[in-house]
């Protein structure tokens, strides 16, 4: 116990191991949903589910791992939620790119990530972003999920003449997942840890019982990761001339992670007396090499998760947390069955869920400054209403661009937002 007190400076920070460990388990159980919902996204991409469960486990517990041993942040890493929707229903099945050279894009911004990481650039980076985009991409990415998971549920349907309509919702399925939803709610405004999980567990327990659901049966034993471990296809990105795939994989990448960090390190107590953050070097450069290990073992791009704040809360202050929460990520390896029992409507309850809390970003856009607020809403409506990620991002800087330009205001646009709105008008006009 000495040699973990000292290694992770457990006194020091004011805890214990026992605390530690409760915390790390709180983290797990707030956001342990990844290792269902991920396997079922990307496995719409026409990737191996087994496979992707094996390799999101993985990815987890080696991010997570990392970030606490190394960086010593009490932050769990997984593949993260919009980035493994902009992966299956954007590049490969909006865009039509096979998912090997998804993943090698995946490889690509990981790599570049770090450099960023290691370089001065980072900061120039975070300073370019104007604030209003960044929110209005967190809202867009909700409601992408939002759509997702109303389609898989069969709530939302495709229509000739209006595009969308409401579905059957006298189909038990639907029901079901309605049920779901209804539960997370309830168990998350009591603040009930693993209020999603738990959930998804109970109302595939009722589908299994009224025979809408099917036990996944096979071994307990973890799924080979064979039919996506080192599958990507770095050569593809540059043959398919998929620069600006990578560049929104690094830009919504980067941005999530430092968003998450600044917020836990106000909650870890991580920010010193003259406003810089403890370790934050280490920390970004973790997530860094956690996506570029993701796409090596065949998933999407791995980032660090709000939802240790959990943890956080429960008492978590040190790396112990994380590195307990990468333990019951491996432990999840045996369940395999389990998740494959799991049904897509059963998730679709958790995309929807999950996608609320992300629209909650707009409510701090400044609604009197029409600059800020007209391209965050522009970016949040395009990414449903066109089903791409990437779209939503490029007419946000499209349009921040030109309405700093048409009122006079060019000297607050940064050089670095011009540049990505001349690329993002580029990747428009492509084709032309």
């Known amino acids: ?188 405004s009591r603040r009930i840890v693993g209020a999603i999980v738990i959930s998804i567990v109970g109302i595939t327990a009722v589908g299994l019982i009224v025979g809408e659901a099917s036990w996944g049966g096979g071994a307990w034993l973890p799924p080979s990761p064979a039919p996506t471990l080192f599958a990507l296809d770095i050569q593809a990105v540059f043959e398919l001339g998929l620069v600006v795939v990578v560049l929104t994989f690094l830009f919504f990448d980067f941005f999530d992670t430092a968003g998450t960090l600044t917020s836990v390190a106000v909650m870890a107590g991580r920010v010193r007396g003259d406003g810089s953050i403890e370790n934050i070097g280490r920390a970004v450069f973790s997530d860094s090499v956690a996506t570029t290990a993701g796409s090596l073992l065949g998933t999407s791009s791995t980032t660090s998760y709000i939802e240790s704040g959990a943890g956080i809360r429960e008492g978590g202050k040190t790396g112990l947390t994380a590195v307990t929460c990468a333990v019951l990520f491996l432990l999840c390896l045996f369940l395999a069955p389990l998740v494959k029992t799991i049904p897509s409507w059963a998730a679709a309850a958790a995309l929807v869920f999950v996608g609320t809390g992300f629209v909650s970003t707009l409510k701090d856009l400044d609604w009197d400054d029409a600059g800020a607020y007209v391209p965050a809403v522009l970016t949040a409506i395009v990414m449903p209403f066109t089903f791409s990620i990437a779209n939503g991002i490029a007419i946000g800087f499209i349009s921040y661009a030109v309405i700093k330009i048409v009122t006079g205001n060019v000297r607050d646009l940064h050089p670095a937002v011009a540049l990505l709105a001349a690329a993002s008008l580029l990747y428009f006009l492509k084709d032309f």
């Open 1 to 188: 116990m000495h040699a973990i007190d000292r290694f992770f400076g457990l006194q020091e920070q004011g805890t214990t191991v026992r605390q530690e460990i409760v915390a790390g388990t709180a983290t797990f159980l707030t956001m342990s949903y990844i290792v269902v919902v991920n396997p079922l996204i990307l496995s719409d991409a026409g990737m191996d589910f087994g496979a992707v469960f094996t390799a999101t486990v993985l990815a987890a517990a080696i991010g997570t791992g990392i970030m606490g041993l190394w960086a010593n942040w009490p932050v769990a890493l997984a593949p993260g939620m919009g980035l493994n929707a902009f992966f299956a229903y954007g590049v490969v099945l909006g865009m039509g790119h096979p998912w090997q050279a998804a993943l090698g894009a995946v490889f690509c911004s990981g790599v570049l990530f770090m450099a960023l990481s290691a370089s001065g650039l980072r900061r120039w980076i975070l300073e370019a972003m104007p604030a209003s985009l960044r929110l209005g991409i967190g809202a867009g990415i909700g409601l992408f999920l939002a759509l997702i998971g109303l389609r898989n549920a069969g709530i939302v349907v495709g229509h000739p003449d209006t595009l969308i309509a409401i579905g059957d919702l006298t189909e038990a399925t639907v029901f079901l997942a309605c049920a779901g939803f209804v539960a997370m709610t309830l168990l998350a």
